[in-house]
């Protein structure tokens, strides 16, 4: 059996959300040991340093144009080269538009159903469409709740059977102990402070935080908003200012994983990303506590 798989999302510098997501499971199908089933990753570009080597039953094939690679180069390249894979699977919303093999594909949630204002207007076209086009097209979706299943299931009117939930694992690794004290030396960290980790945009409700963090004392608490720019995050790098605790708020963008511990560690409050408009002033009420 050939398992063929898109794995563009993992093959970048700095990953996070879908990319984190789709790296991890091709470094756990890399360790299966199965003599009947052979991977074969499809890329834009060569695989980066740190995927999975290549081996008997692992290979990587790059497949061009880059430009509408889902819509055009990757189609043309499943229809022409055999043997075709038994199976296809992307980690992301978009499967190959006109597979000639079955389908499956990944999602984490509607919220561009539920949130369609927090997106930016092309992005929401194509994860409409794409997405809808995709989920009917697929043998199987798979999702990270019950509740995004509910939702699959409402939204594309699919059978139950064909929305399969799978739980996001805990990442293992062993990385590096290093200095506490040259980590937030680094990062130009000094005093207590509030951390809130995740990409800048709308649907993670930073703005909020910070208005709800500007009317918190003592004025020697500080917050750290650690993640790079998603969209539409102009809003949220200018709301500091506009509430006048510019000199108290620190955007550190892309944080490495090896950082992230010594950063976690010596916080006063971790604050969760979250849809819900109210979760900053309920979270900031109880900054005395470890983990929200």
Same mark, same amino acid.
């Given at each position: 059996m050939i398992i063929g798989i898109?794995?563009?999302?993992?093959?970048?510098?700095?990953?996070?959300?879908?990319?984190?997501?789709?790296f991890e499971l091709?470094?756990?199908?890399?360790?299966?040991? @199965?003599?009947?089933?052979?991977?074969?990753?499809?890329?834009?570009?060569?695989p980066r340093v740190d995927l999975p080597k290549e081996r008997e039953g692992w290979r990587y094939r790059i497949v061009g144009p880059r430009k509408l690679w889902t819509q055009i180069g990757l189609p043309l390249d499943l229809y022409l080269h055999k043997p075709r894979p038994d199976v296809f699977f992307s980690p992301t919303h %978009?499967?190959?538009?006109? $597979?000639? @093999?079955p389908t499956v594909i990944s999602?984490?949630?509607?919220? %561009?159903?539920?949130?369609?204002?927090?997106?930016?207007? $092309?992005?929401?076209?194509?994860?409409? =469409?794409?997405?809808?086009?995709? *989920?009917? =097209?697929?043998?199987?979706?798979?999702t990270i709740s019950t509740a995004s299943?509910?939702?699959?299931?409402?939204? %594309?009117? +699919?059978? $139950?059977e064909? *929305? *399969?939930?799978?739980?996001?694992?805990?990442?293992?690794?062993?990385?590096?102990?290093?200095?506490?004290?040259? +980590?937030?030396e680094k990062y130009g960290i000094d005093g207590e402070y509030i951390i809130f980790v995740g990409t800048l945009q709308p649907r993670k409700n930073v703005s909020r935080l910070i208005e709800a963090f500007a009317k918190l004392t003592p004025r020697s608490l500080? /917050? +750290?908003? +650690?993640?790079?720019?998603?969209? /539409?995050?102009?809003?949220?790098?200018?709301a500091p200012k506009k509430l006048g605790v510019e000199d108290?708020?620190?955007? /550190?963008?892309? *944080?490495?994983?090896?950082? /992230?511990?010594?950063? %976690?560690?010596?916080?006063r409050c971790f604050v969760l990303p979250s849809l819900m408009r109210d979760l900053g002033c309920q979270c900031l009420r109880q900054c005395n506590t470890d983990v929200l």
């Open positions: 898109d794995g563009n999302e993992a093959n970048v510098e700095r990953r996070v959300g879908i990319s984190e997501y789709a091709l470094a756990q199908f890399a360790k299966f040991e @199965v003599r009947s089933s052979k991977f074969e990753v499809y890329l834009k570009d060569q %978009y499967a190959p538009r006109f $597979s000639p @093999v999602i984490m949630d509607l919220s %561009y159903i539920h949130y369609p204002d927090m997106f930016k207007t $092309s992005d929401l076209y194509q994860l409409r =469409n794409w997405t809808a086009y995709s *989920v009917n =097209n697929a043998k199987r979706v798979f299943k509910d939702d699959i299931i409402r939204v %594309y009117n +699919v059978p $139950s064909k *929305v *399969v939930v799978t739980y996001p694992g805990i990442k293992m690794q062993k990385a590096k102990v290093k200095s506490q004290k040259s +980590v937030l500080s /917050l +750290v908003v +650690v993640g790079k720019k998603g969209w /539409l995050y102009e809003e949220i790098l200018e108290r708020v620190k955007f /550190l963008d892309f *944080v490495p994983d090896e950082d /992230l511990p010594s950063l %976690y560690t010596n916080a």
